[in-house]
């Protein structure tokens, strides 16, 4: 249990469906993370918030929208994604966004299969 | 531009000892952090290094050479439990994250 909750775990859609993922974070932190997962590659960072702030957003496709009420809940908007969006989506947070030692802690992760 | 690399699949036998090797090349260093990551669960912090030298935690330590721009993960004694992907990223010079790809430890008895 790594204090950051992740909501649904498996997630099945259709082209043009829309769902959300959800994140939560339960440590105090004032940054969170949205990164992408895919076999055998690097984890590809998407999103960043800081104080709730967006402060990076590195070329994600419009067909993802994030949404961070509050430094404690992150959410991630999907609609009309392609079959290579399926991937693990991992959400991550951390005391800030700048500094050294800097550990995120990241949250189980959503598995999105695109049909 | 920036790279991380680390081998796609190492073995090892339960009770050795395994090295896993990073290589890196990114704008910028400010630290390097090595997490562990079961399959189907979250990727765990284990080691965080910004100066040369060896760290040791435990039954794992962690290494940093900044000239050679190279860190290795050494775990002892190990456990069935090990058997994880171990991954390697490099902070950049704008406190970003890098990753590599993973390795992946299989431990067989």
């Known amino acids: 249990e790594t204090g950051v909750t992740q909501t649904p775990r498996h997630l099945v859609m259709g082209m043009t469906n829309k769902k959300s993922l959800k994140c939560e974070q339960h440590l105090g932190h004032n940054a969170m993370y949205w990164y992408k997962q895919s076999a055998k590659k690097p984890l590809e960072l998407m999103f960043v918030y800081n104080f709730k702030e967006q402060t990076e957003n590195n070329s994600v496709p419009s067909r993802f929208s994030p949404e961070c009420p509050n430094s404690s809940h992150l959410f991630l908007h999907l609609h009309t994604l392609q079959p290579e969006d399926s991937a693990l989506y991992l959400c991550?947070?951390?005391?800030?966004?700048?500094?050294?030692?800097?550990?995120?802690?990241f949250g189980p992760g959503t598995r999105l299969t695109v049909l | 531009g920036q790279n991380i690399d680390q081998p796609t699949e190492m073995t090892a036998t339960e009770g050795a000892i395994v090295q896993i090797n990073c290589t890196y090349q990114?704008?910028?260093?400010?630290?390097l952090f090595w997490y562990q990551q079961h399959a189907g669960e979250a990727p765990t912090f284990l080691s965080y290094?910004?100066l040369d030298g060896l760290e040791e935690k435990g039954r794992f330590s962690s290494f940093l050479s900044r000239s050679k721009g190279y860190s290795y993960l050494l775990l002892k004694e190990l456990q069935m439990k090990d058997s994880a992907s171990y991954l390697c990223?490099?902070?950049?010079?704008?406190?970003?994250?890098?990753w590599g790809a993973g390795t992946k430890l299989i431990i067989k008895p």
């Open positions: 991550a947070s951390s005391q800030s966004v700048a500094g050294g030692y800097n550990e995120q802690f």
């Open positions: 990114t704008s910028g260093f400010n630290g």
């Open positions: 990223a490099t902070m950049d010079s704008n406190y970003q994250l890098i």
């Open positions: 290094n910004v």
